[in-house]
């Protein structure tokens, strides 16, 4: 008998106790000060620490993790993919952050030819799967007639293949698109605010230089009394995290987190693409969760707003369970897909638009790079060299691959995440000490 080597054990921060996490056993403990050296070579093993999957044998871990892989593999052929569909990469607004100003924007609406190319595609290549498609840019709801026609066609299309849209969008000309988004099966729209108006209106304004604020508060107050659903993205760097505080009250005060429409999310504002921003405002991920964590601690009415993850913590604590083990964090190729309006095809959203990065074409002509497409697909914890032993494997899930190969020149490197840390904050803030 062997300690696990999915052993996640480390101090809750601030705190005497300590947890250990083990995602493939599906177990989850917090260790008072006193009885730590249970996990040392100090302590003995206790028969309820077998019984846990804490201590284990070689053999009888390597099984479980065969089987857990094999589910796992299963599961993600099973499950629903999600195909974003650029149809430009123009946009009305100058955030003072934008990645996409690097970007070659051709500002015409789409074609009706592309539009039934995309859905040719999709007819021939996802027939067997549950899909649906997410709009996306560039800003895909622009100003103007001709670029409203060409969204309405888009979305005709869908419903009569029966296949559900979302929305990113960020929500100035959105009030006028809401009826035509009527006509068919909206599952979410996702409009970004970056704070309480100051603070949202310094960064993400009009190309004219006006902000944004009060239209977009409008729109989504419009579309959750339309019945569609919100989930607000706020895009945080160093900027903005002292304001998330006054976004949260904001949107408690206007009702938004009573309404179960209404969700949200967090952008870290990151390095992936071609940023304009000064990289010293940036977070890495854990500084983010730090003062994400020490915001909190400071302002509880956040968590009424958001619940950061902090790895598996913010899961267990919701659903009482830790989540399955997660051999793969990254969906490019497998369930996610990138299409735009000069008929290529990409791995995802993190490289749609880069002309390098192609792995294909839908339309004029039908034709995808298989040796391409193998390397985003065969990407998980067993084929990245250096996950193998690491502990924090199977809830860290190799992250992501558009990072790993921007990094180190391939997407079968790992883009570690700080699984310890995130856990060491997160139980600190959702469980109380025993
Ligand atoms: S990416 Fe890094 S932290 Fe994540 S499993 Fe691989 S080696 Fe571990
Ligand atoms: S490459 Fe990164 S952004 Fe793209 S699907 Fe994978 S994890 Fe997501």
Redesign the pocket.
């Known amino acids: 008998m062997n300690f696990s080597s999915h052993n996640i054990l480390s101090k809750i921060k601030g705190r005497n106790d300590s947890f250990v996490v083990n995602l493939l056993s599906g177990n989850a403990d917090i260790i008072e000060e006193n009885k730590i050296d249970i996990f040392s070579d100090k302590g003995d093993i206790t028969p309820e620490m077998i019984a846990k999957g804490y201590v284990i044998t070689k053999e009888a871990e390597q099984l479980l993790f065969d089987e857990k892989y094999a589910e796992f593999i299963q599961n993600r052929n099973e499950d629903e993919v999600q195909l974003f569909f650029v149809p430009g990469y123009s946009c009305n607004f100058s955030c003072s952050y934008c990645y996409q100003n690097g970007y070659d924007n051709e500002a015409t609406p789409l074609r009706k030819d592309l539009i039934d190319g995309f859905f040719r595609y999709v007819a021939q290549n996802f027939a067997d799967k549950k899909k649906y498609v997410t709009l996306f840019g560039g800003e895909p709801l622009l100003p103007g007639f001709a670029y409203l026609q060409s969204i309405d066609y888009f979305l005709i299309q869908a419903k009569q293949r029966n296949i559900d849209v979302a929305v990113v969008t960020n929500g100035y000309n959105l009030v006028e698109y809401l009826p035509i988004l009527k006509k068919t099966r909206i599952r979410e729209i996702q409009v970004t605010l970056d704070g309480t108006q100051e603070v949202h209106d310094k960064r993400r304004t009009l190309k004219n230089g006006n902000g944004s604020f009060e239209k977009i508060v409008n729109a989504i107050d419009k579309s959750l009394t339309m019945g569609f659903s919100i989930n607000l993205r706020t895009v945080i760097d160093k900027d903005n995290i002292d304001n998330f505080a006054a976004l949260a009250r904001f949107a408690i005060e206007k009702g938004w987190t009573k309404n179960p429409l209404f969700k949200t999310q967090i952008g870290r504002n990151y390095e992936l693409h071609q940023c304009s921003s000064n990289s010293s405002k940036l977070y890495t991920r854990l500084s983010l969760y730090e003062d994400f964590y020490s915001e909190i601690t400071k302002h509880p009415e956040i968590l009424d707003f958001f619940k950061p993850a902090f790895s598996v913590a913010n899961y267990l604590h919701e659903h009482g369970e830790l989540p399955e083990p997660l051999f793969d964090a990254c969906p490019a190729c497998k369930t996610e897909w990138a299409f735009d309006y000069t008929g290529k095809i990409y791995s995802c959203t993190a490289t749609v638009g880069k002309q390098d990065e192609a792995l294909g074409t839908f339309f004029p002509e039908v034709f995808l790079d298989t040796e391409k497409v193998n390397q985003w697909q065969c990407r998980d914890?067993t084929t990245?060299p250096?996950?193998e032993g690491?502990n924090?494997?199977l809830a860290?899930?190799?992250?992501c691959g558009s990072v790993?190969k921007n990094k180190n020149g391939k997407a079968t490197s790992?883009?570690?995440?700080p699984?310890k840390e995130l856990l060491e904050m997160g139980i600190a803030l959702y469980f109380a000490e025993k």
């Not at 860290?396 to 992250?399: D, F, L, M, S, T």
């Open positions: 914890i990245i250096e996950c690491c924090l494997q860290c899930g190799g992250g790993a790992p883009d570690c995440r699984v």
